[in-house]
């Protein structure tokens, strides 16, 4: 499996504040983008695979209503996370 609990707790210890902190919304919107990530290779490999597809539109939906969240409440935060995870916009 390609996310187990030690590679989502990194996750969260380097980009939500700490091991236990899953509620940040940075925490979260890296985890998403890493599945995103994980999926779009994935989708490389299996260009038939539309299950996988609908789920990655669905995450890739998530993660934008997360970024608009953080964009609202703390802009700081919201161009910090988008410079660290490389997510164009």
């Known amino acids: 499996m390609y996310l187990t609990k030690e590679v989502k707790a990194e996750i969260f210890a380097k980009h939500g504040g700490a091991e236990a902190n899953t509620g940040s919304a940075e ?10 990530n994980h999926l779009t290779g994935h989708l490389k490999k299996n260009r038939h695979d539309f299950n ?7 995450l890739v939906g998530k993660r934008r209503s997360l970024l608009d969240y953080l964009k609202k409440k703390d802009i700081n935060r919201y161009r910090e996370i988008i410079k660290e ?5």
């Open 85 to 89: 995870l490389n997510i164009r916009k």
């Open 27 to 36: 925490g979260q919107i890296a985890l998403f983008t890493f599945r995103i």
């Open 52 to 58: 996988t597809e609908r789920s990655l539109v669905m």
